[in-house]
């Protein structure tokens, strides 16, 4: 099993950055797949999720500024984040809902970190 988050990045206020994450050792198309981070001194929190068929879904703080998609034949889970506000600054990190394990631990992988200056 193996999560590997990239595209972050600084960028300024009311910027874009499109993150990606692939996945290999699952079975992809058969998972709900999620993107979640972590802001400073702050919990791990889930921003947005997409379903097998492909429906999004995404927290209140989000909507309408991300987009979570998925590429099956690439097993790749995308986020385009527009909009940024400095509070977006976090790792972020794709893994499945439930969370993955690896040798019977939670996996989570790399994730990738963005920053967003004001």
């Known amino acids: 099993v193996q999560l590997q988050a990239y595209g972050g990045g600084l960028v300024q206020a009311e910027g874009c950055l499109r993150l990606?994450?692939?996945?290999?050792?699952?079975?992809?198309?058969?998972?709900?797949m999620a993107w979640y981070r972590q802001r400073p001194t702050k919990q791990r929190e889930l921003v947005a999720t997409?379903?097998?068929?492909?429906?999004?879904n995404y927290v209140d703080s989000v909507k309408g500024r991300f987009t979570i998609s998925r590429d099956n034949a690439k097993n790749t889970v995308y986020l385009q984040m527009n909009s940024l506000k400095p509070e977006d600054t976090a790792n972020y990190y794709c893994n499945s809902m439930p969370t993955l394990t690896r040798t019977g631990y939670e996996y989570w992988g790399q994730g990738t970190l963005v920053t967003v200056s004001s």
């Open positions: 990606s994450c692939a996945a290999s050792g699952i079975v992809f198309r058969d998972k709900i």
């Open positions: 997409i379903t097998i068929p492909g429906f999004p």
